[in-house]
Every structure is written in structure tokens, then in C-alpha cells.
């Protein structure tokens, strides 16, 4: 377990989030490894949060404006000096035990096991891989909760919707970079580690709810639009293969047209575009990660997307 004079700090971003911080400061209280300081990171809400704050005696910060997740995560590690920090995105519900779990891990980054708010018997998140196309896999997103999902590892990259870190980890990495502002960054960030040859811990007895898409709602436009644009990003960035970048990311497309997010889809290429025409080699680290994709749909089941896209790259 991390000593408990190793502080620990929690950072909340937020956007007219004071309903769901209404649940989730609650299940911080109850923490059997109490954080010694909550910092919320509040994006001009203008909604009651940082009198919400107060009852919980955190720390609220007012950006003034809202400048995407990255930004405000970045800018709430940079106001706080534990060296270990948990993010949290404000739809959460934590089990009483999730930070002593993870902290008992003591690696540079860990996650626990994420579960749907509203389906608490389907996985919500556990960890991420990427591909060669751009498109990552959230590991389990949807599928039922199953022994496959109970057993800790080692892992690569993690989502920033929950997640225990050390400060060291963002001394390696570097921050989020904040020109994906919202979406893929935790892709991005955790890329960089990988390169880097820094492993995490997934440790699924850390049990959070997440009521997911709850700042924009499922397939909103906007976060249709700039997950478009930032998987080019991402491409640009990290490298990936022509072929299947082509292959993925018109699956995707496919996928935003069936939710009436076509044209969303296709303004997010058209901001990325300058991104699409300089994709360079994938490193040796991206292609063992995406035959680990490959491993972990094979022994979960392939929903339509992975399907389509192995049998066509």
C-alpha cells in the first residue's frame, strides 16, 4: 500500500456537472484511503458546484471558460504537489475500496474495473489498446462482467475515466497534450508510455460505475466531431498502416451515419486533414499492442467493428 504520508489528490474535471459530483464526492467521503485533498476543476459551470464543493470540503477551481478535458486535467495536476493523483471523471460512483486498491498496486498508473451506471452486469471500461487504424479498443466496453475481466494485469494504456497515478509517470510522458482537447488523450498520453517502456496495473477488485457520455450524451455531434478529427491526430502522431487506417476509419464513419452523425464524422476529417496525409511507420511497440487487440477480441467475442476490420485488413 502507498504510506499514508504519501499524499494522495484527487482532480475532478467538470462542466455542469453538479448532479453527477452530488454522487460522486459521497463515495470519496466513504473511501477507506481517504485522499488528503479534492481539487474539482470546474469549466464555468455557473451551477451550483462550488457550493457543492464546500459541503464536501473540497478545493474548487474555476477556469473561467471550458477548455476541453485535456486542459483541465492538466491544469488541475499543475495546482496540486502529491506525488500521487487520481483522476476522476465527475459521472462516477466509487466502491468504498477502489483507492486502496489501487494504491496497494503501487505502479506509475492503475485502473480498476469500470462497470455501466445503468447496466452495473456489462463492463463500462478496464483498459485500452490501440490499432493500426487510429480506432482504439476500450477493453470490454459493453460486454457482459465475467471471470475474463476479474483477473489483475499488467497493462500498457488505461483510460482517464478513473485512474490512480504517480507524478513520476507525467514527468516521463509529459502532460495530456491539449490540442486533442477532449477525447483520445488518454490514448495519446498512454502511447507515449509505452514507448517509454512504462507498464500499469489493472486491478479489478477497484469497482467504480460510470454513467458514460453523461457531459454531451451518447453520439452527440461534438464529441463525434473531435474523436473523428483526433484519431488522425493520434495516426499522425504514433504512426499506423495506410491500409488499415482507411479500413477503420470508415467503419467508424459507418458506425457515427447509423447515429446520424455523419456529417459530424466528416467535419472532424475535414479539421484533421492535414494530420491524414503524414501517418508514419508503426513502431514495433504499436504493432505487438494491436495483436494484442487482436488476442483480447478473439477470446471476448469480435463485435461488428473488430469483425469487419480483421477480415478486411
Request: charged share 15%; aromatic share 10%; glycine share 8%.
Amino acid at each position: 500500500m502507498v504510506p499514508r504520508q504519501e499524499a494522495i489528490h484527487v482532480v475532478i474535471p467538470t462542466w455542469r456537472g453538479r448532479a453527477h459530483l452530488a454522487e460522486l464526492l459521497p463515495s470519496i467521503a466513504a473511501q477507506t484511503l481517504q485522499p488528503s485533498e479534492i481539487l474539482i476543476v470546474d469549466a464555468a459551470s455557473n451551477d451550483g458546484t462550488q457550493e457543492l464543493a464546500a459541503q464536501f470540503n473540497a478545493r474548487f477551481f474555476d477556469l473561467g471558460a471550458n477548455p476541453g478535458f485535456a486542459a483541465a486535467v492538466n491544469r488541475g495536476i499543475a495546482a496540486t504537489t502529491a506525488p500521487w493523483i487520481a483522476v476522476l471523471n465527475n459521472d462516477l460512483r466509487l466502491a468504498p475500496n477502489w483507492l486502496e486498491t489501487l494504491a496497494a498496486a503501487r505502479a506509475p498508473f492503475a485502473v480498476g474495473k469500470v462497470l455501466q451506471w445503468h447496466h452495473p452486469d456489462r463492463i463500462d471500461a478496464t483498459w485500452d489498446l490501440p490499432s493500426l487504424s487510429g480506432v482504439p479498443l476500450r477493453s470490454g466496453h459493453g460486454q457482459p462482467d465475467s471471470a475474463h475481466w476479474n483477473q489483475p494485469r499488467q497493462i500498457a494504456l488505461a483510460p482517464w475515466t478513473a485512474i490512480l497515478l504517480h507524478r513520476d509517470y507525467l514527468h516521463q510522458t509529459g502532460p495530456l497534450d491539449e490540442a486533442f482537447g477532449s477525447y483520445l488523450e488518454d490514448i495519446d498520453i498512454g502511447l507515449r508510455g509505452a514507448q517509454l517502456g512504462i507498464a500499469g496495473a489493472y486491478e479489478p477488485k477497484a469497482v467504480a460505475w460510470h454513467k458514460g457520455s453523461s457531459t454531451l450524451g451518447p453520439w452527440h455531434p461534438r464529441q463525434v466531431r473531435l474523436t473523428s478529427r483526433n484519431q488522425l491526430r493520434v495516426l499522425a502522431k504514433h504512426g499506423g498502416d495506410n491500409w488499415k487506417a482507411f479500413v477503420g476509419q470508415t467503419l467508424w464513419g459507418l458506425a457515427a451515419a447509423r447515429n446520424g452523425c455523419a456529417l459530424p464524422w466528416l467535419q472532424g476529417k475535414w479539421d484533421g486533414r492535414h494530420d491524414a496525409f503524414k501517418i508514419p511507420a508503426p513502431s514495433t511497440t504499436l504493432r505487438n499492442l494491436e495483436q494484442e487487440l487482436f488476442a483480447t477480441t478473439a477470446a471476448t467475442g469480435f463485435d461488428r467493428f473488430w469483425r469487419c476490420y480483421w477480415a478486411l485488413t
